[in-house]
C-alpha cells in the first residue's frame, strides 16, 4: 500500500542503529580489522559495501562457535592468526560462482588454438601441464580435461596433468568428489553430458558424477597465490578467470609476473571478462576475449 501524500521523508538509519538491530552488534572497528586481516593474507579487498555479506556469512560462524559477539570472534582471530580459524574466515568470505564451459570462447580458443600447438611444442615428451588457479566447485578444471582430453590425438599416450588450487578448502573438497546436482549440466548440450558425467539412480537420480577418465589428470590443492608457490615444473597455460578482481593493481602486477615466471614461452594465461593486464605488464600481449600470450 502506498504512502499517503504529504508523509514525512524516510529517515536514513546509521550504521550504528543497523548494527544495533541485528543479532549480533557489528562495529565499524570490528569489520576494518577482519577486512584488514583478509586483505594482508590473501589480497583480497573487502570495500564498505561488502560489509552486510561479511556480517551474513561471519554470524553463521559465530553461531557455530557459540560466541556471543563479534568482539570475542575479533579476540580469537587475533589469538589464532592463521590458524584454523582462519581458514574458516576466508572459506566465508570468498565468492565462489562457477559453471562447467563458463565464457565458451575461452574453450573455443583453447581447443582450436592452444592444444594444436602444445601437441606440436611438446611432440617428443609428450607431456600437458595446467593450472586452475582459483578452481572454486571444480567446473573449470573439469572442463579443461573433458576439452583437453577429447582434443588430443586417441591412444597417443600424452601425459596430461592438471593442477587446481583454491584458497577455500570447503569448495575444494566438493571439486575433489567430483559430484554436483544435476541442474549443474542442465544447460549443456546432450553430447557433452552423455560423454562427461554419470547420473546416479535411485535417491541420487538428482546427482551427477564426473567421469573417471576427466578425474583422473586432476590434483586438488589448497594454496593462497600471496604465498609461496611449491610447483617446480612449468605449465603451458593457466586458467585464473574472476579471481585477480579482488586484488588491488599493484598486487595484479606481481601475480601476472609470476604467472609469466610459471609458463612456458609463448604460454598463455585466461583471466575472466572483466579482468585485464592493460598497462600492468609487457610480459603478455592481448589475443583477445581476455586470453594473453606470454612474450618474455
Not at 583480497?44 to 561488502?50: A, F, G, R
Not at 588430443?152 to 546436482?181: E, F, N, Q
Not at 578425474?215 to 610447483?231: D, K, V, Y
Amino acid at each position: 500500500m502506498g504512502g499517503s501524500e504529504g508523509a514525512a521523508p524516510a529517515r536514513v538509519r546509521s550504521a550504528e542503529e543497523r548494527s544495533a538491530s541485528r543479532e549480533f552488534p557489528f562495529s565499524d572497528s570490528e569489520f576494518a580489522f577482519i577486512r584488514e586481516l583478509v586483505e594482508q593474507h590473501a589480497a583480497i579487498k573487502l570495500p564498505d559495501t561488502k560489509r552486510q555479506m561479511v556480517y551474513g556469512r561471519l554470524v553463521r560462524r559465530l553461531r557455530d562457535l557459540r560466541l556471543g559477539s563479534f568482539a570475542e570472534y575479533v579476540a580469537l582471530l587475533r589469538e589464532d592468526a592463521g590458524g584454523p580459524e582462519f581458514v574458516n574466515l576466508i572459506n566465508a568470505v570468498t565468492t565462489n560462482l562457477t559453471s562447467f564451459f563458463r565464457e565458451k570462447h575461452h574453450f573455443e580458443v583453447l581447443r582450436e588454438r592452444v592444444i594444436p600447438e602444445v601437441i606440436q611444442r611438446n611432440a617428443a615428451k609428450r607431456t600437458l601441464r595446467v593450472w586452475s588457479a582459483g578452481c572454486s566447485t571444480g567446473e573449470e578444471p573439469y572442463s579443461i580435461a573433458m576439452t583437453v582430453l577429447e582434443s588430443l590425438p586417441a591412444s597417443s599416450g600424452w601425459d596430461v596433468r592438471i593442477l587446481a588450487t583454491d584458497i577455500d578448502t570447503k569448495v575444494l573438497a566438493t571439486a575433489s568428489a567430483g559430484v554436483y546436482g544435476v541442474d549443474r549440466i542442465r544447460s549443456l548440450p546432450e553430447e557433452i553430458t552423455r560423454r562427461g558425467f554419470l547420473r546416479g539412480r535411485g535417491a541420487a537420480s538428482e546427482r551427477v558424477r564426473v567421469r573417471p577418465e576427466y578425474q583422473a589428470p586432476i590434483t586438488f590443492r589448497q594454496l593462497n597465490l600471496m604465498e609461496p608457490w611449491p610447483m617446480r615444473g612449468r605449465f603451458d597455460f593457466i586458467f585464473c578467470r574472476n579471481v585477480v578482481i579482488y586484488f588491488d593493481k599493484p598486487t595484479q602486477q606481481r601475480l601476472f609476473d609470476r604467472f609469466a615466471d610459471q609458463l612456458v614461452d609463448g604460454g598463455y594465461v585466461f583471466l575472466g571478462h572483466s579482468e585485464t593486464m592493460h598497462n600492468l605488464t609487457t610480459r603478455f600481449r592481448l589475443l583477445g576475449q581476455t586470453v594473453y600470450q606470454k612474450v618474455q
